[in-house]
């Protein structure tokens, strides 16, 4: 039974940094792809990054509001990704989530939900103004 295990959630005042993790165990499914999506209160879940591991030449993509800000990136840890948040925003607050799976199109699909078939449990970041 595969595991994905986000850390590095907690509290920030605005303009601050910080790093999520997010470790992959015990999948023996074919996945090309980890992302990170997020959703705040009263709000839908949003894609915000994703890299591509598998035959994507580490591709990455961001959504225009993290852009700049945001680095996903693999980590030197087998199966783990990282997350660089920096200069946050009190509009980043939500909670985050880790997603792996077969994505089929990387530039249009990255960030559609059901394009990963496994997620975390989520990690709270809260950036207060």
């Known amino acids: 039974q595969g595991q994905l295990v986000e850390s590095g959630g907690g509290s920030v005042q605005a303009g601050g940094s910080l790093t999520l993790s997010c470790a992959a165990t015990g999948y023996t499914a074919t996945t090309n792809a980890m992302a990170w999506f997020r959703q705040a209160p009263g709000k839908e879940r949003e894609a915000i990054a994703a890299?591509?591991?598998?035959?994507?030449?580490?591709?990455?993509f961001y959504a225009d509001s993290v852009k700049g800000r945001f680095t996903i990136s693999e980590a030197n840890v087998k199966n783990t990704v990282n997350l660089q948040m920096n200069s946050l925003k009190a509009e980043d607050t939500g909670m985050y989530y880790c997603?792996?799976?077969?994505?089929?199109?990387?530039?249009?699909?990255?960030?559609?939900?059901?394009?990963?078939?496994?997620w975390g449990q989520g990690t709270q970041v809260t950036v207060s103004s």
């Open positions: 997603a792996l799976g077969w994505v089929r199109r990387y530039d249009d699909m990255w960030s559609l939900a059901n394009e990963y078939d496994y």
């Open positions: 890299i591509f591991t598998r035959g994507g030449s580490g591709s990455v």
